[in-house]
């Protein structure tokens, strides 16, 4: 299994809503991201997870909080969320170790997330 | 900061020609100068360079590190209208973080 699975694929929610993003991964990889892109702008790091320890917040606001249950899931919470926060969220997973990753890094499909 | 810079932002060409897709950057440590592939949803991987001058190649594409002068290239020959896509660079420190380019929005014409 080569892939990362995101669910779900769309999700739209008011902005007193809480929702989840789930990310899944079964290729042994124990490092896992989480990516922000907005419309024709680059992903940009939001989480990195490292043998399933919060390694690297780039300054993210409180309304989004990860959690790794285990090696193979990566979660995304979130509540109170703003119409500015709309965009394609991306989960990503990859080797850990001393060498750069050896196929780079695996990017799931996607939540697209509306907040309205 | 670390930072990647594409260029061209858009290119618009026939099928058939050759491209070359060029990303710069700066960075603290680096391990790796990633190039993927983005069309709707998830960036597809293509390459990976750490080595300067070693060339990588998959099919029509191909991709060469120069670590002294810090650019990449990315060339596609051949294009076709399935390479329209935007191609994003993106480097690695140790840090784990990949930072990214803005992207090269390519589009082939029939």
């Known amino acids: 299994d080569t892939e990362v699975t995101q669910t779900p694929k769309h999700l739209v929610m008011g902005m007193t809503n809480k929702k989840s993003l789930k990310c899944e991964q079964h290729m042994g990889h124990r490092a896992m991201y989480w990516y922000k892109q907005k419309a024709k702008k680059p992903p940009e790091l939001m989480f990195v997870y490292s043998y399933e320890k919060l390694s690297i917040n780039e300054s993210v606001p409180s309304r989004f909080s990860p959690e790794c249950p285990n090696s193979s899931l990566l979660n995304l919470h979130l509540h109170a969320l703003q119409p500015e926060d709309s965009a394609l969220y991306l989960c990503?997973?990859?080797?850990?170790?001393?060498?750069?990753?050896?196929?780079?890094?695996?990017f799931g499909s996607g939540t697209r997330l509306t907040v309205v | 900061e670390d930072k990647v810079v594409q260029s061209p932002l858009s290119l618009v060409v026939h099928e058939g020609d050759t491209v070359t897709l060029n990303c710069s950057y700066e960075v603290t440590n680096f391990r790796s100068l990633l190039w993927y592939k983005q069309e709707k949803k998830a960036p597809t991987f293509l390459f990976m360079l750490?080595?300067?001058?070693i060339e990588k190649k998959s099919g029509r594409l191909s991709s060469i590190l120069d670590k002294k002068e810090l650019f990449s290239i990315l060339n596609i020959t051949a294009t076709q209208t399935g390479d329209s896509a935007v191609y994003l660079c993106?480097?690695?420190?140790?840090?784990?973080?990949?930072?990214f380019g803005q992207g090269t929005r390519l589009t082939i014409n029939p």
């Open positions: 993106a480097v690695e420190g140790f840090s784990q973080k990949l930072v």
């Open positions: 990503a997973s990859s080797q850990v170790g001393l060498r750069p990753p050896s196929y780079g890094y695996t």
């Open positions: 750490t080595s300067s001058g």
